[in-house]
């Protein structure tokens, strides 16, 4: 590949919110085995469709509020987007092993949620003593803009503070930017419109 990396080292997470299950069940069949899922509720609605698919993965990359942390850790394979040490209890009570990552706000304008990056190695820290939490890297959305490489400076920042606090997994990238991301390092790039064409607005 154009930026020196090998394609195993990264995963392809199919983002399909706002798209019904069977998109899931179809790109399943061509083989994607990653699914990124924004809203417990909406992939609650969905996963009597998908349940069945014995390999699918399923992230949440939408933000997680406590009151929806046990029913998400029962319904998603992988959390990228614990934002605080009391959203990690309530996923650990679950009682369920989960990998997580941890998102980081790394400007004002981009997604609202998301840690400071200074509150990071703290973070990582308290969940080192969570049961059934596995924290494996961090994750991040950078504010839009057309230009990829208004993203780049937040990319190389995210692996600099995965660097820092010996995390392995950055996911950062999405359709406009995966390009850039992965020259950055990312190890997971969520990508739905490049897969699936343009949303619906709800
Ligand atoms: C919707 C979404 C994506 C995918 O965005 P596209 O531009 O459609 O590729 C990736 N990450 C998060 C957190 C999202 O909400």
């Not at 154009?2 to 798209?19: H, N, Q, S, W, Y």
């Not at 990228?80 to 997580?100: H, M, Q």
């Not at 660097?163 to 990312?186: F, N, W, Y």
Request: one cysteine or more; hydrophobic letters at 40%; glycine letters at 8%.
């Amino acid at each position: 590949m154009r930026a020196g990396r090998r394609r195993c080292d990264i995963t392809l997470i199919a983002v399909t919110k706002v798209f019904p299950a069977e998109v899931i069940r179809e790109a399943y069949v061509e083989g994607v085995r990653h699914f990124g899922e924004n809203y417990v509720q909406e992939f609650e609605a969905k996963f009597p469709v998908v349940a069945d698919l014995p390999e699918a993965e399923f992230h949440l990359i939408g933000h997680l509020q406590s009151n929806k942390a046990k029913r998400a850790a029962e319904l998603f394979h992988v959390i990228e987007t614990v934002d605080s040490l009391k959203l990690a209890r309530r996923i650990s009570d679950a009682g369920r092993k989960l990998p997580v990552m941890i998102e980081v706000k790394l400007s004002g304008e981009g997604s609202k949620s998301g840690v400071e990056p200074d509150q990071v190695p703290q973070l990582v820290e308290e969940l080192h003593d969570i049961p059934n939490i596995e924290l494996t890297g961090l994750m991040t959305m950078p504010p839009w803009s057309e230009d990829a490489e208004v993203s780049r400076p937040y990319f190389r920042r995210l692996r600099e503070l995965a660097g820092q606090v010996g995390l392995h997994d950055l996911s950062m990238g999405m359709s406009h930017d995966l390009e850039t991301a992965i020259e950055e390092g990312a190890t997971h790039v969520r990508v739905g419109t490049a897969l699936f064409g343009p949303r619906k607005k709800a």
